[in-house]
């Protein structure tokens, strides 16, 4: 209905330029996705590990077939491989089993996913490179920049991240000045 979060949503929406790729880390069920697709995306690369909100993506492509968005079954983080992963007792929700960010939350069972870092997604797997990034990942903001050092560095797209705390958004921003945003 264009009500969920219409601030970010304006905002995310006037960073993208006809054309762009975009990225939307923690895609959720694709309401950002779309958002990104409404706004001239070339191409909108959805990374989302959940089986519930992944079903989401997927009927939100068949019901939508001209948006140009391309889901990724995997976590983004700071390395390659399989990890655990916390689902909450709101299936659409969840975190990295490893996580110190909100440790309080018990999740209602952990499934394994797979983790990727962008940076081997775009030099190694040869994805496209973005001009926007969107990061929403439940405390795991940090890691993913770690991944995509080098992404940031040489691509230099404009990024939005929700950051789930404070201190979690000052290491955002220490690290993103440290790749030179």
């Not at 209602?108 to 962008?118: D, F, K, N, Q």
């Not at 081997?120 to 920049?145: H, Q, S, W, Y």
């Not at 992404?151 to 201190?167: D, Q, W």
């Amino acid at each position: 209905a264009g009500t969920f979060e219409p601030e970010f949503s304006q905002t995310l929406h006037d960073a993208v330029r006809t054309g762009d790729v975009c990225y939307d880390i923690g895609g959720y069920r694709g309401y950002m996705s779309g958002v990104l697709a409404l706004a001239g995306a070339s191409r909108v690369i959805v990374f989302e590990p959940l089986p519930d909100n992944l079903g989401r993506l997927k009927l939100l492509k068949e019901l939508n077939p001209e948006l140009p968005i391309q889901i990724e079954a995997k976590a983004v983080g700071r390395t390659n491989g399989q990890v655990g992963f916390k689902v909450m007792p709101d299936q659409s929700m969840g975190k990295l089993a490893g996580s110190a960010f909100q440790a309080e939350r018990a999740g209602s069972h952990e499934i394994t996913v797979i983790l990727t870092r962008l940076d081997t997604c775009i030099f190694e797997r040869e994805l496209p490179r973005p001009n926007v990034m969107k990061i929403d990942v439940e405390g795991a903001e940090v890691d993913v920049l770690d991944g995509a050092a080098r992404t940031l560095t040489e691509c230099r797209p404009r990024v939005l991240i929700e950051a789930h705390s404070e201190l979690l958004a000052e290491l955002c921003m220490q690290r993103l000045r440290s790749l030179g945003y």
